[in-house]
């Protein structure tokens, strides 16, 4: 702990960190605000059902991760880093001002491209703060500083969604408020921008291909040339695929498993960001300071093992009528209550063990001057992955009618099946990796 102390209180380290907590803060502060419009019908211009336009909001903010992010990757190789963030973050401030104007006017259609134009500003944002990080920190305080990010970027993530949720709530239909969140989050994120130091170059004489599907393309081909960096990123996108699957069934489960409340969601919720917080600052405290695969089989075993605990705890949940139960009944209506926050508090701790790992690895074993062009291959695979969870669950719930406890059962047992071949893989691979580079 006192190593990530002292990483955190870094001029290196803590206006990038900071940078990034607020991007991640505005990011579901505004997404979380938006959801509440329209479940709520604060705004009157609605086209479709509230699950059309919820669905529709999520695949505008994914979709530029398919679009923009091999782009992204070479402009971030190309250009100085910390300056491209500065500009990233004046487009944040742009975007929310788009944001004030849906909500002032009330035009839905307004509020879905500003949310649109922050999955762009996410796009772009995202190859330069993973592939920054090796360049800020020594190789022996990359664990820390992925520890310190994944944890960060949790607390952020449930900050936003209660900070959305209760200035929403608290304001009554008068939009004004959330405004100015948004606009001071965008502005707090800019200050903190300003202060990240200057950064190399990475490769000054790339050429940027704006053609953005010859570029994805070439980007993925790119990566799977490298087998080792190819395993690692497949690792990667599998752990956003298991993470999506659960976090999207929370709501339904919630409702149709718990007959609970929406703010037994955010109680949920809650308990699996803190998880996940909490693994990635015991990942590096447990599997030590230098790069390395130790606590991923512990994680893997974790995502298989708990989410069997939380469909058995599902099973052993009465069935109930009437009103929906609140916060306070999980405390107090028996043990099948804790033991499904259990489990999900657990979920999230294997997941913090498992992804803080492999995202150091992906930037140890990157090379220099490709490794913001490997992060973009990252997220294009990533956002494969969370689509595919989507139609994956659909399929199972929708289309085959299946319980959801047999489709948190059947993700274990993938879980399960593609962790054994990851690691069968990539074990013998970074042994054959860290001979290499001590013979150099």
């Known amino acids: 702990m006192e190593k990530n102390e002292q990483i955190l209180g870094s001029r290196r380290f803590l206006p990038m960190f900071l940078t990034q907590f607020f991007g991640a803060l505005n990011d579901n502060v505004f997404k979380q605000s938006l959801l509440l419009v329209i479940t709520y019908g604060l705004i009157q211009q609605q086209a479709g059902s509230v699950s059309t336009l919820n669905n529709l909001a999520a695949l505008l903010f994914i979709l530029p991760y398919f679009i923009f992010s091999a782009t992204a990757g070479q402009i971030a190789d190309k250009y100085e880093r910390s300056s491209l963030i500065r500009k990233i973050k004046i487009l944040e401030i742009v975007i929310m001002l788009i944001g004030t104007a849906g909500f002032l006017l009330g035009h839905l259609w307004l509020l879905l491209f500003a949310l649109f134009l922050m999955g762009v500003h996410s796009t772009f944002f995202g190859p330069i703060k993973y592939a920054i990080l090796p360049e800020i920190l020594k190789p022996n305080e990359l664990m820390s500083g992925n520890a310190l990010f994944q944890s960060g970027t949790s607390i952020a993530i449930l900050l936003g969604m209660i900070l959305g949720g209760t200035v929403i709530s608290n304001s009554h239909g008068n939009l004004l408020w959330i405004s100015l969140t948004v606009v001071a989050i965008a502005l707090i994120g800019y200050i903190c921008s300003r202060f990240i130091l200057k950064q190399k170059v990475a490769a000054p004489d790339l050429q940027v291909d704006w053609n953005f599907f010859r570029t994805s393309f070439q980007t993925l081909k790119y990566a799977k040339s490298l087998p080792l960096i190819f395993l690692i990123l497949l690792g990667n996108s599998w752990y956003w695929f298991y993470g999506a699957t659960y976090l999207t069934q929370i709501p339904q489960l919630t409702q149709q498993n718990l007959h609970a409340s929406e703010n037994v969601v955010s109680l949920l919720l809650t308990f699996f960001s803190v998880g996940i917080g909490v693994g990635s600052l015991l990942c590096r405290k447990i599997g030590g300071a230098e790069v390395n695969i130790k606590m991923v089989p512990i994680g893997a075993i974790g995502l298989t093992l708990f989410a069997f605990y939380l469909a058995a705890s599902l099973a052993f949940v009465p069935e109930r009528t009437g009103d929906f139960i609140g916060i306070v009944d999980m405390f107090t209506l028996g043990a099948s209550y804790y033991h499904v926050m259990i489990a999900v508090t657990l979920l999230g701790i294997s997941g913090g063990f498992y992804i803080v790992p492999l995202y150091a690895m992906m930037q140890a074993y ?19 992955f969370m689509v595919s969870s989507a139609i994956f669950s659909i399929l199972v719930l ?35 990796e860290k001979i290499a580079l001590e013979n150099e």
């Open 366 to 384: 990157s090379p220099r001057s490709h490794r913001a062009r490997v992060v973009a291959a990252n997220n294009i695979l990533n956002a494969v």
């Open 398 to 432: 929708s289309v085959l009618k299946i319980d959801i406890k047999i489709l948190f059962s059947m993700t274990a047992i993938l879980s399960a099946i593609f962790s054994i071949w990851l690691l069968m893989r990539l074990k013998p691979m970074l042994k054959t």
